[in-house]
Structure formats: C-alpha cells, structure tokens
C-alpha cells in the first residue's frame, strides 16, 4: 500500500503561483510514476502533469508552459509548480502513485483561482 498526501492548495487570483507538494509514504518501493490530476465541479477527472521514475514528464496542453512537475526520488515526494493561473485552473487536484500495475489516490487539495 502507498498512501499518498497532498498539500498546497489554497485560493489565489488570476495570474498568480502555488506550489503543491504530494509525499508518499509506505510500500514506496518501486514506484514506477508520480501525476497530478485535477476535477472541476460538473467535469471529469483529467490528467494535469505526470512524471516517471526516470524523470520524464508530460503535461496537459491547457497547462503546458505554466505549470512545472518535478519529483524528488530520495524524498519520495512530487510537485507541481503552478504559475500564470486562471480562473479554469480551479479545481481539486488528486496526487496519483502508480507502482506495479496499480494506482493509488491522495485525498486532494482544493485549488481556487479567482478573476
């Protein structure tokens, strides 16, 4: 079991920074990778950002060149450096681990952006 837990979300205006942080913890052996996605009332869940073991990331178009995801293996934690945010950002945004095949969900943290 990996357990993991969010953290950083708040509200901020249009144009503004947040950073959320999600630190697993438990069976943390053999992660294979770390995402960050994102519900909006009414929508279905959507990946914002993920990244590998490895290092390699991929993005949502909606948020390529504003948002940055980076991972620290040693902490066994992920961010999202979220910059230029818009009032479409809002949203809860759920930490995902993926390791062997399965997936495990934080509990989400509540980002809003206001106009």
């Known amino acids: 079991q990996v357990q993991p837990v969010e953290s950083g979300g708040g509200l901020v205006q249009a144009g503004g920074s947040l950073r959320l942080s999600c630190a697993a913890s438990?069976?943390?052996?053999?992660?294979?990778?770390m995402g960050w996605y994102r519900q909006a009332p009414g929508k279905q869940r959507e990946l914002v950002a993920a990244?590998?073991?490895?290092?390699?990331?991929n993005y949502a178009d909606s948020v390529k060149g504003r948002f940055t995801i980076s991972r620290d293996n040693a902490k066994n934690t992920v961010y999202l450096q979220m910059n230029s945010l818009k009032p479409e950002d809002t949203a809860v945004y759920y930490c995902?681990?993926?390791?062997?095949?399965?997936?495990?969900w934080g509990q989400g943290t509540q980002v809003t952006v206001s106009s």
């Open positions: 995902k681990v993926y390791k062997l095949g399965y997936d495990y």
């Open positions: 990244i590998t073991s490895g290092g390699s990331a």
């Open positions: 438990g069976s943390i052996f053999s992660i294979n990778a």
